[in-house]
Structure formats: structure tokens, C-alpha cells
Nanobody, 125 residues
Framework: QVQLVESGGGLVQAGGSLRLSCAAS????????MGWFRQAPGKEREFVAA????????YYANSVKGRFTISRDNAKNTVYLQMNNLKPEDTAVYYC??????????????????WGQGTQVTVSS
């Protein structure tokens, strides 16, 4: 079992930056590829970014490409989402998730076994 806890959310003005963190505990973190998803009010949860176990491959939703960066530090059992040039449409609850597909990028919710509780990001215009 892996427990995931997100942090770093908050209120920021449009154009600002935030860095989300997702700390893992329990079973070893390293074999898991990781992803970030988000859910805005009244909308379905959507994929944001993913990273493989080694960190060698990353993938982004078109809506965040060039503005967000996913990274991980396996020694600290932590994955990060650096969010720059934030827009009001980025407002959502952000979730990190862990997938046993160690060497592959996963973009579908069904490919993830473990989820955090979420952290709120609000971007004001």
C-alpha cells in the first residue's frame, strides 16, 4: 500500500506560480510511475502530467504544456508539479496518483492504483 499526500496548493493571481508536492509513504515509491490530475467544479477529473519511474520520460496535457513541469526525487519519495504562468482556468483540486506501470507514461485514471486526497489551487483573474 502506498499513501500519497499532496501539498503546496493555494490562492495565486493569474500569471503567478505554485509548486505542488506529493509525498509518498508505505511501500517503496520508486517502481511507480506518477501522474497529476485535476478536477474543476462541475467537471470531470482530467489528466495534467505524468512521469516514469526513472524520471526519464514526461508527458503533458496540451492545456499545460510549456507552463507546467513534473519532476520527481526518488530519494525523497516525492513528486513535484511546478506550475508557472497560471491562468484562472487552472483552478481545480489537484491530485497526484501512482501507477504500477513503472516504465510507461499513464494518462488514464484507470491506470493508477493510488491517489492522494487532493490540494486546492485557485487562480484569480
Amino acid at each position: 500500500q502506498v499513501q500519497l499526500v499532496e501539498s503546496g496548493g493555494g490562492l495565486v493571481q493569474a500569471g503567478g506560480s505554485l509548486r505542488l508536492s506529493c509525498a509518498a509513504s508505505g511501500r517503496t515509491f520508486s517502481p511507480y510511475s506518477m501522474g497529476w490530475f485535476r478536477q474543476a467544479p462541475g467537471k470531470e477529473r482530467e489528466f495534467v502530467a505524468a512521469i516514469t519511474w526513472s524520471g526519464g520520460s514526461t508527458y503533458y496535457a496540451n492545456s499545460v504544456k510549456g507552463r507546467f513541469t513534473i519532476s520527481r526525487d526518488n530519494a525523497k519519495n516525492t513528486v513535484y508539479l511546478q506550475m508557472n504562468n497560471l491562468k484562472p482556468e487552472d483552478t481545480a483540486v489537484y491530485y497526484c496518483a501512482g501507477s504500477p506501470r513503472t516504465f510507461y507514461i499513464s494518462i488514464r485514471e484507470q491506470q493508477y492504483d493510488y491517489w492522494g486526497q487532493g490540494t486546492q489551487v485557485t487562480v484569480s483573474s
